[in-house]
């Protein structure tokens, strides 16, 4: 088990994660094919990905959590990301929900 002990160093900063809201428009929900081209999509970024629905929380880089958020059409999203890439991941997330 790692544990981290507070720091002292003024130049360190918690991630800022950005968020998005999104709506589910596809008449079947989140099934397979959506969610595996999200957890592509998101692996072709340096960054950490979660969607969450309602208090549900999943890791955008796993096919199963994605699954298992059971999103119906209509159900509202709040993806958000932390990391280098951050904004680029989550436009691109954003962009499979438009098409």
Known sequence: MFLLAPTTDPHWT???AITRTLTVTHQLGLHLR???AIVLT???????VTIQKGSQLADAASILD??????S???ELVL??????AEKALEAVAGLFDS
Request: hydrophobic share 40%.
């Open 66 to 71: 994605l699954l298992m958020l059971a999103a």
């Open 80 to 85: 958000s990301a932390t990391g280098p890439e």
């Open 42 to 48: 998101v692996g072709r970024h340096l960054a950490k």
């Open 14 to 16: 918690v991630p800022k």
């Open 73 to 75: 059409q209509g159900t």
């Open 34 to 36: 959506p969610c595996s």
